[in-house]
Protein backbone atom coordinates (compact mmCIF):
# COMPACT_ATOMS: atom_id res chain seq x y z
CA UNK A 1 0.00 0.00 0.00
CA UNK A 2 1.87 3.01 -0.99
CA UNK A 3 0.52 5.54 1.29
CA UNK A 4 3.35 7.72 -0.60
CA UNK A 5 2.50 8.10 -4.39
CA UNK A 6 4.29 10.02 -7.13
CA UNK A 7 2.74 8.93 -10.14
CA UNK A 8 4.90 10.47 -12.94
CA UNK A 9 7.90 8.32 -13.40
CA UNK A 10 9.34 10.85 -15.69
CA UNK A 11 9.62 14.58 -16.32
CA UNK A 12 11.16 16.51 -19.00
CA UNK A 13 11.44 20.12 -19.37
CA UNK A 14 13.59 22.57 -21.15
CA UNK A 15 16.07 25.21 -19.31
CA UNK A 16 14.95 27.64 -18.13
CA UNK A 17 11.71 27.09 -17.79
CA UNK A 18 9.42 25.45 -14.62
CA UNK A 19 9.87 22.11 -13.56
CA UNK A 20 6.45 20.90 -11.57
CA UNK A 21 6.92 17.90 -9.50
CA UNK A 22 3.83 16.27 -7.81
CA UNK A 23 3.28 13.96 -4.87
CA UNK A 24 -0.22 12.37 -3.70
CA UNK A 25 -1.01 10.47 0.10
CA UNK A 26 -3.56 8.81 1.60
CA UNK A 27 -2.30 8.84 5.42
CA UNK A 28 -4.09 11.86 6.56
CA UNK A 29 -1.84 11.89 9.77
CA UNK A 30 1.45 13.07 7.60
CA UNK A 31 2.27 16.51 9.90
CA UNK A 32 5.52 16.82 7.60
CA UNK A 33 6.38 16.90 4.03
CA UNK A 34 10.12 16.80 3.00
CA UNK A 35 11.53 16.67 -0.65
CA UNK A 36 14.73 14.98 -1.74
CA UNK A 37 17.50 14.80 -4.37
CA UNK A 38 19.30 11.97 -5.94
CA UNK A 39 22.19 11.62 -8.12
CA UNK A 40 23.18 8.55 -9.44
CA UNK A 41 25.89 6.44 -7.18
CA UNK A 42 25.17 8.75 -4.42
CA UNK A 43 22.66 9.04 -1.04
CA UNK A 44 19.78 11.16 -1.59
CA UNK A 45 20.40 14.84 -0.36
CA UNK A 46 17.50 17.22 1.39
CA UNK A 47 16.34 19.82 -0.50
CA UNK A 48 13.16 21.22 0.72
CA UNK A 49 10.00 21.06 3.86
CA UNK A 50 7.15 21.98 4.75
CA UNK A 51 4.51 21.44 7.50
CA UNK A 52 1.30 20.34 7.38
CA UNK A 53 0.39 23.88 9.23
CA UNK A 54 1.92 25.79 6.26
CA UNK A 55 0.84 25.76 2.50
CA UNK A 56 4.06 27.06 1.16
CA UNK A 57 7.56 27.11 1.74
CA UNK A 58 10.12 28.56 -0.52
CA UNK A 59 13.92 28.23 -0.95
CA UNK A 60 15.69 30.20 -3.89
CA UNK A 61 14.45 27.99 -7.34
CA UNK A 62 12.85 25.90 -4.98
CA UNK A 63 9.28 26.09 -3.74
CA UNK A 64 7.06 23.30 -2.03
CA UNK A 65 3.24 23.86 -1.85
CA UNK A 66 0.99 21.99 0.45
CA UNK A 67 -2.79 21.32 -0.19
CA UNK A 68 -3.88 19.44 2.38
CA UNK A 69 -7.49 19.09 1.28
CA UNK A 70 -6.44 17.60 -1.38
CA UNK A 71 -3.65 15.77 -0.42
CA UNK A 72 -1.20 17.12 -2.71
CA UNK A 73 2.09 18.18 -2.81
CA UNK A 74 4.07 19.84 -5.62
CA UNK A 75 7.90 20.83 -5.63
CA UNK A 76 8.38 23.57 -8.26
CA UNK A 77 11.71 24.57 -9.40
CA UNK A 78 11.84 27.83 -11.61
CA UNK A 79 13.90 28.16 -13.59
CA UNK A 80 15.09 25.04 -14.39
CA UNK A 81 18.74 24.39 -15.01
CA UNK A 82 20.89 21.58 -16.42
CA UNK A 83 22.28 20.30 -12.76
CA UNK A 84 18.49 19.64 -11.58
CA UNK A 85 18.72 16.49 -13.54
CA UNK A 86 18.15 13.54 -10.88
CA UNK A 87 15.53 11.52 -9.38
CA UNK A 88 13.48 13.66 -6.66
CA UNK A 89 12.22 11.76 -3.50
CA UNK A 90 8.99 13.25 -1.84
CA UNK A 91 8.58 12.21 1.67
CA UNK A 92 5.92 12.44 4.57
CA UNK A 93 6.33 11.99 8.43
CA UNK A 94 3.82 11.26 10.44
CA UNK A 95 3.89 9.44 14.26
CA UNK A 96 4.16 5.82 14.62
CA UNK A 97 4.49 3.79 17.84
CA UNK A 98 5.27 7.43 19.94
CA UNK A 99 7.77 8.14 16.91
CA UNK A 100 7.87 9.59 13.76
CA UNK A 101 8.14 7.67 10.81
CA UNK A 102 8.84 8.69 7.09
CA UNK A 103 7.59 7.14 4.07
CA UNK A 104 8.81 7.58 0.54
CA UNK A 105 7.49 7.97 -2.88
CA UNK A 106 9.15 5.91 -5.72
CA UNK A 107 10.53 8.98 -6.99
CA UNK A 108 10.54 11.12 -10.13
CA UNK A 109 13.22 11.06 -12.51
CA UNK A 110 13.62 14.66 -13.86
CA UNK A 111 15.54 15.64 -17.13
CA UNK A 112 16.33 19.03 -17.73
CA UNK A 113 17.34 19.83 -21.35
CA UNK A 114 19.67 21.88 -21.88
CA UNK B 1 31.83 17.71 9.74
CA UNK B 2 31.75 14.26 8.01
CA UNK B 3 28.82 13.11 6.33
CA UNK B 4 26.66 9.48 7.03
CA UNK B 5 29.44 6.47 5.60
CA UNK B 6 28.48 3.22 4.79
CA UNK B 7 30.83 0.40 4.67
CA UNK B 8 31.72 -1.29 2.01
CA UNK B 9 30.58 0.55 -1.59
CA UNK B 10 30.08 -2.53 -3.48
CA UNK B 11 28.97 -6.15 -2.47
CA UNK B 12 28.60 -9.65 -4.54
CA UNK B 13 27.10 -12.55 -2.38
CA UNK B 14 25.61 -15.63 -3.62
CA UNK B 15 22.47 -17.30 -2.39
CA UNK B 16 21.74 -18.34 0.77
CA UNK B 17 24.87 -16.53 2.36
CA UNK B 18 24.67 -13.21 5.07
CA UNK B 19 26.11 -9.99 4.77
CA UNK B 20 27.04 -7.89 7.51
CA UNK B 21 26.42 -3.52 5.71
CA UNK B 22 27.82 -0.99 8.32
CA UNK B 23 26.84 2.82 8.54
CA UNK B 24 28.32 5.24 10.75
CA UNK B 25 26.08 8.06 11.30
CA UNK B 26 27.04 12.51 11.22
CA UNK B 27 28.63 12.94 15.19
CA UNK B 28 25.98 13.70 17.34
CA UNK B 29 23.41 11.99 15.86
CA UNK B 30 21.41 9.28 17.28
CA UNK B 31 18.82 7.90 15.21
CA UNK B 32 19.86 6.26 12.30
CA UNK B 33 17.43 4.61 9.88
CA UNK B 34 18.06 1.96 7.24
CA UNK B 35 16.08 2.09 3.56
CA UNK B 36 16.43 -0.59 0.34
CA UNK B 37 16.06 0.84 -3.00
CA UNK B 38 15.41 -1.08 -6.65
CA UNK B 39 13.86 0.45 -9.43
CA UNK B 40 10.29 0.91 -9.33
CA UNK B 41 9.86 0.34 -5.71
CA UNK B 42 11.73 3.97 -4.41
CA UNK B 43 12.89 4.28 -0.66
CA UNK B 44 11.54 1.23 0.97
CA UNK B 45 11.44 1.67 4.80
CA UNK B 46 13.44 -1.27 6.67
CA UNK B 47 14.17 0.09 10.35
CA UNK B 48 15.20 3.08 12.48
CA UNK B 49 17.31 3.13 15.85
CA UNK B 50 17.61 5.31 18.09
CA UNK B 51 20.13 4.98 21.23
CA UNK B 52 20.59 1.51 20.50
CA UNK B 53 16.77 0.77 20.31
CA UNK B 54 14.31 -0.34 17.73
CA UNK B 55 11.84 1.92 17.52
CA UNK B 56 10.41 1.73 14.16
CA UNK B 57 10.25 -1.29 11.40
CA UNK B 58 8.81 -2.02 7.69
CA UNK B 59 7.33 -4.56 6.42
CA UNK B 60 10.66 -6.67 5.68
CA UNK B 61 11.41 -10.67 6.82
CA UNK B 62 12.54 -11.53 9.53
CA UNK B 63 16.39 -11.97 7.53
CA UNK B 64 16.57 -8.52 7.49
CA UNK B 65 17.76 -7.25 10.86
CA UNK B 66 19.89 -4.75 12.43
CA UNK B 67 21.57 -3.55 15.71
CA UNK B 68 23.20 0.15 16.92
CA UNK B 69 26.15 0.35 19.04
CA UNK B 70 26.43 2.68 21.85
CA UNK B 71 28.41 5.17 19.87
CA UNK B 72 25.48 5.42 17.63
CA UNK B 73 27.01 3.06 14.12
CA UNK B 74 24.62 0.95 13.34
CA UNK B 75 25.14 -2.32 11.25
CA UNK B 76 22.67 -4.22 9.05
CA UNK B 77 22.29 -7.94 8.23
CA UNK B 78 20.92 -10.03 5.83
CA UNK B 79 20.63 -13.72 6.01
CA UNK B 80 20.11 -16.71 3.67
CA UNK B 81 20.26 -14.35 0.92
CA UNK B 82 18.01 -13.76 -2.25
CA UNK B 83 18.27 -13.02 -5.60
CA UNK B 84 15.45 -10.38 -4.91
CA UNK B 85 17.95 -9.12 -2.14
CA UNK B 86 19.85 -7.11 -5.03
CA UNK B 87 19.33 -3.30 -4.25
CA UNK B 88 21.31 -0.60 -3.10
CA UNK B 89 20.75 0.02 0.77
CA UNK B 90 20.94 3.36 2.09
CA UNK B 91 21.60 4.38 5.91
CA UNK B 92 20.55 7.79 7.07
CA UNK B 93 21.18 9.85 9.99
CA UNK B 94 19.05 12.45 11.81
CA UNK B 95 19.41 14.96 14.38
CA UNK B 96 16.29 15.08 15.79
CA UNK B 97 12.62 14.38 14.61
CA UNK B 98 11.12 16.17 12.19
CA UNK B 99 14.41 17.26 10.71
CA UNK B 100 16.00 16.30 7.66
CA UNK B 101 17.97 12.95 7.10
CA UNK B 102 21.26 12.58 6.29
CA UNK B 103 22.30 9.98 3.72
CA UNK B 104 25.17 7.95 2.94
CA UNK B 105 26.01 6.66 -0.30
CA UNK B 106 24.77 3.17 -0.10
CA UNK B 107 25.62 0.04 -0.28
CA UNK B 108 25.22 -1.67 -3.84
CA UNK B 109 24.80 -5.34 -3.36
CA UNK B 110 24.23 -8.23 -5.82
CA UNK B 111 23.28 -11.36 -5.44
CA UNK B 112 24.01 -13.82 -8.01
Known amino acids: DQQVKQNSPSLSVQEGRISILNCDYT??????FLWYKKYPAEGPTFLIS?????DKNEDGRFTVFLNKSAKHLSLHIVPSQPGDSAVYFC?????????????FGIGTKLQVIP | KAGVTQTPRYLIKTRGQQVTLSCSPI?????VSWYQQTPGQGLQFLFE???????NKGNFPGRFSGRQFSNSRSEMNVSTLELGDSALYLC???????????FGQGTRLTVV
Open chain 1, 50 to 54: ISSIK
Open chain 1, 27 to 32: NSMFDY
Open chain 2, 27 to 31: SGHRS
Open chain 2, 49 to 55: YFSETQR
Open chain 2, 92 to 102: ASTLTQNTEAF
Open chain 1, 91 to 103: AASARSGGYQKVT
